[in-house]
């Protein structure tokens, strides 16, 4: 179990503030955030990479303050790779092997297993500067992996690759997980790319931790403003009770939502064109199309009902059939379970 | 252009031979000085934020702003017998005016800069993550320094030390303030030209020059890029 007990870190122009987490053992999480939100920073500070100034992070209720980052057991992946351009792809896996005290039969077998694994065979004798992204991902992940670390820490793993790479490593990822075991901290700005593979999160804004708890749970139950627009949740209202037009979600369904909550919010996915069945579970609305934002296999389709404004996400193939257009007044339905108050 | 004759006769002169050794040697020996006081230097200049960070890179460039004899004259004034720093040499026997010793000194001043300024780019090239990556892996600063920090940063400091010897091989005004003699090569190309024309300094130039231009091709093929598959 790592623990972060207010940990604090100051840097000019910017710092981390009373951060306190934890994350248990052998867990995937995620640590999700903006750019610019302190996420890399605060990974760099459990490696001990970056000094505290002051709390306490701690492996196993184990102090490591002083601890220097080549004896914390842990392994971290940055999202450039920081693949050495100097040596061989092979030079770099075993790189690390000299200053841990490795059985070397257990170290031969482990590299054999970690190239077979990831596919690096043919690249060994190869210098990092001829590979691609995902290749280089792969070599920068072997490099940690075969350490046995009991933590890998993963900056941003994704961002540098293509959409189909991105993929392919999600699901390596979520392999190498259950087949080593260890405790893997990712730290990612898009929400999507977690959630196929953390269990536990946390959000950072601004150097400070606004909300922890499961994925499921930052996914579904956000408790700010800013977390819930993080998450995707599009349509974020302010004292929604005393807005005329989405009075009648209040009103219908007694005490669901909660009607002196602050705010608000709904996924554009929630929001339907259908009626999807048993009265009572959702609220019929109308409203005026406003606009159609193409996203590809979707679209975003803004409606508008008095002063307020939803959006939608809708299939492309639903928006084409029923003619849905900018001017036309559409019927659409909100399933009661899916409104989110806080 | 000098005749063959008279160029084959120049070389065979001792005091040309060893007036061309003293300023091959003195500069190499100013380079070496230069490597080992200012990789350090360069390093934490590049990698490290601190208060008057900016006086000391100004202090490194001073050299190369000022006329140089100003810089012999500065280090006779420094090191000078009534001086502390003079009377501290004394005492070990170490003699600035008038000695190899001397010329060297000042050669580390004029070629230095040069070297710093090159070696603190390479650093500044070298992304600080393969560092981190380094120590992340096990190893310790030392070893992280010198298995991946100096090997990216060699063929900069190859540059530097070209461009250090260079300009130390070729000093005059700083050396000739600090130590007419013994003779460097710069000197007595000065002093032929002064007491008996061009003619017999231009064959002590010629062989000045292809010295250093066989000296600085050599380094520069050991500093060649290695070619990569």
Same mark, same amino acid.
């Given at each position: 179990m790592i623990n972060l007990n207010d940990v604090c870190l100051t840097l000019p122009g910017f710092s981390l503030k009373n951060i306190c987490l934890s994350i248990p053992s052998n867990d995937f999480f995620a640590i999700l955030g903006p750019t610019g939100s302190g996420k890399s920073l605060l990974l760099e500070a459990i490696m001990g990479l970056m000094p505290i100034t002051s709390g306490i992070v701690s492996i196993d209720n184990k102090n490591i303050n002083t601890l220097p980052p080549e004896k914390r057991n842990m392994g971290i992946v940055y999202q450039d790779f920081a693949l050495f351009p100097h040596m061989t792809v092979k030079q770099n896996i075993v790189y690390g092997v000299r200053y841990h005290a490795l059985?070397?039969?257990?170290? @031969? #077998?482990?590299?054999?297993?970690?190239?077979?694994?990831?596919?690096?065979?043919?690249?060994?004798?190869?210098?990092?500067?001829?590979?691609s992204g995902g290749e280089k991902q792969r070599v920068a992940l072997a490099r940690a992996l075969i350490l046995n670390p009991g933590i890998l820490l993963l900056d941003e793993p994704l961002s540098a690759l293509d959409p189909m790479l991105q993929d392919d490593l999600k699901n390596l990822l979520k392999r190498l997980h259950h087949e080593f075991s260890s405790t893997?901290?990712?730290?990612?700005?898009?929400?999507?790319?977690?959630?196929?593979? @953390? #269990?536990?999160g946390a959000i950072i804004r601004n150097g400070t931790i606004e909300q922890t708890g499961t994925i499921k749970n930052l996914f579904e139950k956000p408790n700010s403003a800013f977390t819930a627009r993080f998450t995707g949740m599009k349509n974020i209202y302010v004292r929604p009770a005393s807005t005329p037009a989405l009075a009648p979600l209040f009103r219908q369904n007694g005490n669901l939502p909660r009607w002196q909550d602050r705010h608000m919010a709904l996924?554009?996915?929630?929001?339907?064109?259908?009626?999807?069945?048993?009265?009572n579970t959702c609220c019929a609305m109308e409203g005026v199309v406003t606009r159609l934002i193409s996203r590809g296999f979707f679209y975003d389709v803004i409606i508008k009902m008095d002063t307020v404004e939803l959006t939608a996400q809708w299939s492309r193939h639903d928006v084409l059939t029923k003619q849905i257009k900018p001017g036309r007044r559409i019927p659409f339905f909100i399933p009661f379970n899916s409104i989110h108050t806080f | 252009m000098p005749e063959m004759a008279d160029l084959i006769s120049t070389i065979r002169e001792k005091t040309v031979q060893q007036a061309l050794a003293r300023s091959l040697m003195t500069a190499l020996c100013a380079t070496l000085a230069a490597v080992i006081f200012g990789t350090p230097l360069a390093y934490i200049l590049a990698r490290k934020s601190f208060r008057g960070k900016n006086i000391i890179e100004g202090l490194v460039d001073l050299p190369i702003m000022i006329p140089h004899p100003v810089i012999g004259i500065a280090v006779l004034s420094l090191f000078g017998r009534n001086t502390l720093p003079g009377k501290m040499l004394t005492f070990f026997n170490v003699e600035i005016m008038g000695s190899l010793t001397g010329i060297v000194t000042v050669l580390i001043f004029v070629g230095a800069p040069?070297?710093?300024n090159s070696v603190k780019s390479g650093f500044e090239t070298i992304p600080l993550q393969l560092e981190k990556?380094?120590?992340?892996l096990g190893a310790g600063m030392t070893s992280t320094f010198f298995r991946v920090t100096l090997p990216l940063v060699w063929r900069h400091m190859m540059l530097g030390a070209v461009l250090c010897t260079a300009r130390a091989i070729s000093e005059f005004g700083a050396v000739v303030i600090v130590a007419y003699h013994p003779m460097t090569a710069p000197v007595l190309i000065y002093e032929r030209f002064t007491a008996y024309g061009l003619k017999y300094s231009q064959c002590v130039a010629f062989w000045l020059i292809l010295i250093s231009l066989l000296l600085f091709i050599s380094m520069r093929l050991l500093s060649r890029e290695r070619v990569e598959r």
């Open positions: 059985p070397r039969a257990g170290t @031969a #077998k482990r590299f054999d297993q970690l190239v077979d694994q990831m596919e690096l065979s043919r690249l060994l004798n190869r210098y990092p500067k001829t590979l893997f901290v990712m730290v990612s700005h898009s929400f999507s790319d977690v959630l196929f593979l @953390a #269990k536990n996924r554009p996915e929630s929001i339907l064109h259908d009626n999807p069945g048993p009265e | 040069f070297y710093v990556a380094s120590r992340s």
